[in-house]
């Protein structure tokens, strides 16, 4: 897959964080690691719904039961309603959609085991009940300003005990937060891939010694795949123009190439020089990029 | 359909193609193999996509059953793929596909209902059971600081003050008569409805949830303050029998705690249990590494203090409403006697089949 990342590493600019899990089945697959902003941004919307949630009830349950009475125990109530509505939201949903909560769903991320085994129940209930010990329970005693709470020097460890969860995530290597930690779990971005069509010519109308297709490697290839595969737009042929005129100078191609048949010249391009490649990779000289002299066959 | 069949070129509604018999064209191993795998991909692709949108129960009995076969087909053929192919955009598709096909199949199979069930029943309990050194632990903590606190402050009160903060005093100290604890604190008229359900709800933000939590908590520091914590509860748990034993109100005073306290104390006893697991396994890691460690074992603290947070409500309630309703000490030491066996049924489980 070496080669697949240096492509994606050019092609994406900044590539993402992967690690790799191996499925029971023993295939490794590597996964991206979400963003920081991902999860802020899918937990902010978590945190929408479950507020909404939470007023709607807590208001239905003091119309109807206990019109009248409001002070210390409104706020208290609206605090147990609130703990319990957020602990079934996510809980829940993580069971349900496999890893996904309505938040992780719109952005595109998901809890997975760390090691690629299933992602069990007593997991998911871990992970998320220590987000309120890590955040919840500590956040609503800070905000709850009623006078009987807990004194002053508890409320300071408490705001460290916040800070310092969230500090957390930055700086381990796999952004994992501590309920993560505990759960062996971690959240990865999905995004999904689309099979295009394979650009492979049947017909070849040039043709290219082995010679010439030794000057590249697969990362050239698959750079020059991203190519081919970019839709029509205003800059594209220019592109197509200079990459023509570089192969033809790198390979020694005498006969000029003509402007019509440049798309062409350059899709079986393609297809010889991943023939070749893969012929060769077949054999056991995998050639990477054209610094690499494994796949020279000379040496 | 049989896995061999999968692996098998097969021809299918929907596929490209045969290849035309081409002189002067090149054929391509990988080309080949894609041309005749695809459309079993798309058939993954298609049963994947359902089951994202809709659920698993979405699918038909025969797509069920074709999941997996089609999950290790697709599998497989990523092994060939990063062997034979160089097409990048082929690649990348088929490890997409087998990661989303991954989490289908591999996903977890209860719904919450079942979960919670399977938690109260098995979970909860086994972790406690297995737990159990490291709740001799937390007992002998707090008890030593019982111990210590009752000795400091049967002999001088002014203790009392010094180790149990003002606002949890509630106003009891050394100059409380007898008189005055016995009105104001154990026999103490029933506030109404409305003031129990007030403590009940405001369990989560009582101090003692908040010691529990704290206890759990801070196993990830070695367990070190663990146990101070649990000392320190002692401590003050001591200090409140003294200034009880001093008036000679301790047989009331204990069945005023008891109701509630059996649950509550061996809340923040399980909780401290689950901080000390926490610190022996990321201090002795044994052969796995620290982190790992924790990932095996951190799963069962947690259910210890989720377990724990419950028995907290629990307290709540009857603190907020038995112990009202129930005026009299021998009730009280009834209702206390009742949820301590009840508690040991439940967690060790003397009777029926263990885990």
């Known amino acids: 897959m070496s080669s697949v990342d240096a492509a994606t590493r050019v092609l994406r600019g900044r590539a993402r964080a992967t690690r790799e899990i191996v499925t029971p089945e023993g295939v490794t697959l590597s996964v991206e690691l979400a963003q920081h902003g991902e999860r802020a941004t899918a937990f902010m919307i978590d945190l929408f719904f479950w507020f909404c949630g939470s007023?709607?009830?807590?208001?239905?349950?003091?119309?109807?039961?206990?019109?009248?009475?409001?002070?210390?125990?409104?706020?208290?109530?609206?605090?147990?309603?609130?703990?319990?509505?957020?602990?079934?939201?996510?809980?829940?949903?993580?069971?349900?959609?496999?890893?996904?909560?309505?938040?992780?769903?719109?952005?595109?991320?998901?809890?997975?085991?760390?090691?690629?085994?299933?992602?069990?129940?007593?997991?998911?209930?871990?992970?998320?009940?220590?987000?309120?010990?890590?955040?919840?329970i500590p956040l609503g005693i800070l905000l709850s300003a009623s006078g009987a709470g807990p004194i002053p020097w508890e409320r300071l460890m408490l705001a460290i005990w916040l800070l310092s969860f969230v500090a957390l995530i930055f700086v381990n290597r796999d952004r994992m937060r501590a309920g993560d930690l505990i759960a062996g779990t971690i959240v990865i971005a999905l995004p999904r891939q689309r099979l295009l069509d394979d650009l492979v010519e049947r017909q070849a109308s040039f043709v290219f010694t082995d010679r010439q297709l030794r000057a590249y490697g697969?990362?050239?290839?698959?750079?020059?795949?991203?190519?081919?595969?970019?839709?029509?737009?205003?800059?594209?042929?220019?592109?197509?123009?200079?990459?023509?005129?570089?192969?033809?100078?790198?390979?020694d191609w005498r006969e000029p190439v003509a402007e019509a048949d440049r798309l062409r010249f350059l899709r079986d391009f393609y297809t010889a020089q991943r023939a070749f490649l893969e012929r060769e990779q077949l054999f056991g000289r995998k050639r990477a990029d054209k610094h690499d002299t494994a796949g020279d066959g000379r040496q | 359909m049989s896995v061999e069949a999968l692996h098998e070129p097969q021809p299918a509604p929907g596929a490209p193609p045969p290849a035309l018999p081409d002189s002067a064209g090149i054929t391509l191993k990988s080309s080949e193999f894609r041309r005749t795998r695809e459309a079993g991909w798309r058939d993954l692709e298609r049963l994947i996509d359902a089951a994202e949108k809709r659920g698993i129960r979405a699918l038909a009995p025969d797509d069920l059953q074709r999941l997996p076969l089609l999950y290790r087909a697709a599998l497989s053929s990523l092994s060939v793929a990063r062997a034979i192919a160089l097409d990048r955009n082929l690649l990348l598709y088929l490890e997409n596909l087998s990661l989303r096909a991954f989490f289908v199949v591999y996903g977890p199979r209860s719904s919450m209902l079942e979960g919670c069930a399977r938690f109260l029943r098995t979970d909860f309990p086994a972790a406690v059971r297995a737990a159990r050194l490291h709740l001799l632990l937390a007992v002998v903590a707090m008890a030593v600081g019982a111990a210590v606190g009752f000795a400091l402050t049967v002999r001088d009160e002014a203790w009392f003050s010094t180790l149990v903060p003002a606002p949890l005093a509630g106003g009891r100290g050394p100059e409380s008569t007898r008189a005055s604890l016995l009105a104001q604190e154990i026999f103490a008229p029933w506030p109404g409805f409305g003031v129990a359900l007030g403590i009940m709800a405001n369990f989560l933000f009582s101090h003692n949830t908040l010691v529990g939590i704290l206890t759990f908590s801070f196993g990830l520091a070695a367990g070190v303050p663990t146990i101070l914590l649990l000392a320190y509860q002692g401590l003050m748990i001591g200090a409140f029998v003294a200034l009880h034993y001093n008036r000679d109100l301790t047989v009331d005073f204990l069945g005023w705690t008891a109701i509630h306290g059996v649950t509550e104390i061996g809340a923040i006893l399980l909780c401290g249990a689950a901080g000390l697991v926490l610190a022996d396994k990321m201090l002795f890691p044994d052969r796995y590494s620290r982190v790992d460690s924790l990932a095996r074992h951190g799963r069962r603290a947690a259910e210890i203090a989720l377990g724990a947070v419950l028995m907290f409500f629990l307290a709540a309630i009857l603190e907020g409403v038995f112990r009202q309703?129930?005026?009299?000490?021998?009730?009280?030491?009834?209702?206390?006697?009742?949820?301590?066996?009840?508690?040991f049924i439940y967690f060790a489980r003397p009777f029926g089949r263990r885990r």
């Not at chain 1, 119309?63 to 939201?89: C, E, M, P, Q, T």
Request: proline share 5%.
């Open chain 1, 55 to 136: 007023l709607l009830l807590f208001l239905t349950f003091m119309v109807l039961v206990v019109r009248g009475w409001v002070s210390i125990f409104a706020v208290s109530i609206l605090l147990f309603i609130s703990f319990i509505i957020r602990n079934f939201y996510f809980i829940h949903f993580e069971l349900a959609w496999r890893g996904m909560t309505p938040g992780k769903r719109i952005v595109g991320i998901r809890v997975i085991d760390r090691h690629g085994g299933p992602l069990l129940p007593s997991a998911i209930v871990a992970r998320n009940f220590t987000r309120e010990i890590e955040m919840f």
């Open chain 2, 325 to 343: 309703l129930i005026n009299n000490t021998p009730g009280r030491f009834a209702v206390a006697a009742v949820t301590a066996i009840g508690w």
């Open chain 1, 218 to 251: 697969a990362f050239e290839l698959q750079v020059l795949e991203d190519l081919l595969r970019r839709p029509d737009g205003p800059g594209v042929p220019l592109i197509l123009g200079e990459v023509c005129g570089k192969i033809c100078r790198k390979i």
